[in-house]
């Protein structure tokens, strides 16, 4: 074999390793970046519904002690 020959081969399978590596690259592979990102974004949705639901459960409207006349009530009360 000349040198020329092994240098040649050597090319072909450095050539054949980037094509391996940018196929699972997500960089490079859109199929894959775009599904990631697709099931980044359900969770996220997902995790910011369930924390605004857990916020306004234990944060919710406590009602306050209002003083209503007696006279105003559905039975009245008159002194």
């Not at 074999?1 to 054949?16: A, F, H, N, S």
């Not at 995790?47 to 009602?63: D, P």
Request: charged share 30%; aromatic share 18%.
């Amino acid at each position: 074999m000349e040198p020329l020959d092994v240098e040649k081969i050597k090319e072909q399978e450095y050539q054949e390793s980037l094509k391996n590596y940018e196929k699972k690259d997500f960089g490079q592979s859109w199929v894959r970046a775009s599904a990631y990102i697709f099931y980044l974004s359900i969770a996220c949705f997902f995790l910011m519904t369930w924390g605004g639901c857990y916020r306004l459960y234990t944060k919710k409207f406590e009602k306050p002690e209002v003083h209503i006349q007696e006279s105003t009530l559905y039975t009245p009360k008159y002194k």
